[in-house]
């Protein structure tokens, strides 16, 4: 958690936004996704969202469905997920890394025993797609803990009530969902997004970052306008898709080096 709280702090001081790109692990292959890690740092990543795969992703849009397929079809599961997280810490002690999935994994660990080996493994925070805040109070508990970030999802419908609730339980950020509908989706409202984010920072009290439907620099930067953060991940999945395995990193590096321009331009 402190190395969330210490980026944010210092792209605050500098006047930036972060940059948070997702990938899933496993996809396209175990063996390409620390490389694939190191690349979205390359590529100006200041916080890196891993996905655990899980069989019936329903907030995820077919891109990142397919990604969970792969994987697990590569036999990926969460403990395997900790131990590339292990692996990235061996060479990269500075950017925080959040786990960004569903609860079934997790409770057939053990909210417990998974807390102690991704604190283990150098996780920051967890989020849990179909975790509400109302419902997982002793699991925020636990990650804090920990010291890991409980981070939860707000959306176009959520009451300012949702907001104190994830103000309550919450740290690290807040995940924005920019739009109804599953990742990857199109139809940005641009306008919408700039009127919650302000609600949304004033309530909460931590940085708010936007997602679910950015595809590239200009929404990147539309978006980082007004959010503290850029998450960006089906399009990664589809530059992931249409490379060879030994081409995504450098190819997913490339893509993202647009972006983080396009987010610093004054």
Do not use: W
């Not at 899980?54 to 891109?63: K, L, R």
């Amino acid at each position: 958690m402190e190395r969330i709280n210490v980026r944010f702090n210092i792209l605050k001081s500098a006047g930036r936004k972060a940059l948070i790109p997702f990938i899933t692990a496993g996809d396209p292959n175990p063996e390409t996704t620390l490389p694939l890690m190191h690349a979205l740092v390359a590529g100006g990543a200041d916080i890196i969202e891993l996905g655990v795969p899980f069989s019936d992703p329903m907030a995820d849009g077919p891109t990142i469905q397919r990604a969970s397929e792969r994987a697990l079809a590569k036999g990926m599961t969460l403990r395997k997920v900790l131990e590339l997280v292990s692996k990235f810490r061996q060479v990269n002690s500075d950017t925080a890394v959040v786990l960004m999935g569903y609860a079934n994994p997790i409770e057939a660990m053990g909210i417990e025993n998974f807390a102690k080996a991704a604190k283990e493994a150098g996780v920051d925070g967890v989020l849990v797609v179909d975790y509400p805040p109302e419902e997982c109070a002793e699991f925020a508990r636990v990650m804090k803990a920990y010291e890991m970030a409980p981070i939860f999802l707000l959306a176009p419908t959520s009451s300012e009530q949702r907001f104190r609730e994830v103000a309550e339980i919450g740290a690290g950020y807040i995940y924005y969902v920019s739009l109804k509908g599953v990742t990857g989706a199109g139809n940005l409202d641009f306008d919408e997004v700039a009127r919650r984010i302000p609600e949304i920072q004033k309530i909460v009290g931590m940085p708010v970052g936007v997602g679910f439907g950015i595809r590239d620099a200009e929404s990147a930067k539309k978006l980082g306008a007004v959010a503290d953060a850029v998450v960006i991940g089906s399009r990664i999945i589809e530059e992931i898709e249409r490379s060879d395995p030994k081409d995504a990193p450098l190819n997913v590096r490339t893509f993202l080096r647009g972006i983080r321009a396009a987010l610093d331009e004054k």
